[in-house]
């Protein structure tokens, strides 16, 4: 019986990480994006390279649709 109580507390525990995780991964992505956008930033030295605020905005959606995808996966 003890078993069966340290099973579900630790699926209790697993399953409050992985709703962190997400929370935390929308929120690095959006903050990501408001830094791209809030800061003015100077074009790339190198033409090969993309601008920063393209970049940032780029990495910050995919990184909170990672998020986005962990919090529905999860249900």
């Not at 190198?46 to 909170?64: D, H, I, K, Q, R």
């Amino acid at each position: 019986m003890e078993e069966d109580g340290r099973s579900a507390k630790d699926a209790s525990h697993l399953l409050r990480r992985m709703a962190w995780r997400w929370k935390v991964l929308v929120g690095v992505g959006a903050g990501l994006i408001v830094l791209a956008l809030a800061i003015d930033w100077p074009p790339p030295t190198e033409s090969s390279l993309p601008e920063t605020t393209s970049f940032l905005v780029f990495l910050g959606a995919v990184v909170g649709a990672a998020g986005i995808i962990m919090g529905f996966s999860r249900e």
